[in-house]
T-cell receptor, first 118, second 115 residues
Framework: GAVVSQHPSRVICKSGTSVKIECRSL??????MFWYRQFPKQSLMLMAT?????????EQGVEKDKFLINHASLTLSTLTVTSAHPEDSSFYIC??????????????FGNGTRLTVT | AQKITQTQPGMFVQEKEAVTLDCTYD???????LFWYKQPSSGEMIFLIY??????QNATEGRYSLNFQKARKSANLVISASQLGDSAMYFC????????????FGTGTQLKVEL
């Protein structure tokens, strides 16, 4: 089955620094990747959609200058949290789909990254 | 816009019993997909089952079945013969034809299976 790898699984950083999270599709070409954010005991909220080779589409209310998304290849997308603050502490999880996927295809998720900003 | 509602923040079930997790949705689209995902405490999202809006039969996958009532816009998950390992957060999610694979998630139900 489709495998999505996300790294790191946990990261602790100091306020004001930047953190990069990687999302890789291991056995398929991911034309589209989605980045979600989840606060404790809450739902997954879509942050942005990235298509390979083009700029990401951000959901309303998500600061694109703070959450930089790059999808430079068909197997890798990165989310960079810039100038992190304690309120950015959250669980970030990516998912990927291929060109063959459609609305009735299940998304395959990475294992998530738990970010703590001190 | 799509909206998913899960009205049960927490559920308890005894081991080996069946449990139903509720999910209602709202959409004006005719073509859409309904998904259930399981999220253990470790955080990964595990796909359980899918139901398409045009599917006439209720979906089943092992111990999981989806009770799809289109007129009521509900897509309840039924877990039969609950196991301790079923304790997790369960999310109902929806996709639609114009959104590709983009999923809208419900608020989730925390299921705890007891001995």
């Amino acid at each position: 089955g489709a495998v999505v790898s996300q790294h790191p699984s946990r990261v602790i950083c100091k306020s004001g620094t930047s953190v990069k999270i990687e999302c890789r599709s291991l056995d398929f070409q991911a034309t589209t990747m989605f980045w979600y954010r989840q606060f404790p005991k809450q739902s997954l909220m879509l942050m942005a959609t990235s298509n390979e080779g083009s700029k990401a589409t951000y959901e309303q209310g998500v600061e694109k200058d703070k959450f930089l998304i790059n999808h430079a290849s068909l197997t890798l997308s990165t989310l960079t949290v810039t100038s992190a603050h304690p309120e950015d502490s959250s669980f970030y999880i990516c998912s990927a789909s291929s060109y063959r996927s459609s609305y009735n295809s299940p998304l395959h998720f990475g294992n998530g990254t738990r970010l703590t900003v001190t | 816009a799509q909206k998913i509602t899960q009205t049960q923040p927490g559920m308890f079930v005894q081991e080996k019993e069946a449990v139903t997790l509720d999910c209602t949705y709202d959409t004006s689209d005719q073509s859409y997909g309904l998904f259930w995902y399981k999220q253990p405490s470790s955080g990964e999202m595990i796909f359980l089952i899918y139901q398409g809006s045009y599917d006439e039969q209720n979906a089943t996958e092992g111990r999981y079945s989806l009770n799809f009532q289109k007129a009521r816009k509900s897509a309840n998950l039924v877990i039969s013969a609950s196991q301790l390992g079923d304790s997790a957060m369960y999310f109902c999610a929806m996709s639609f034809t114009g959104g590709g694979n983009k999923l809208t998630f419900g608020t989730g139900t925390q299921l705890k299976v007891e001995l």
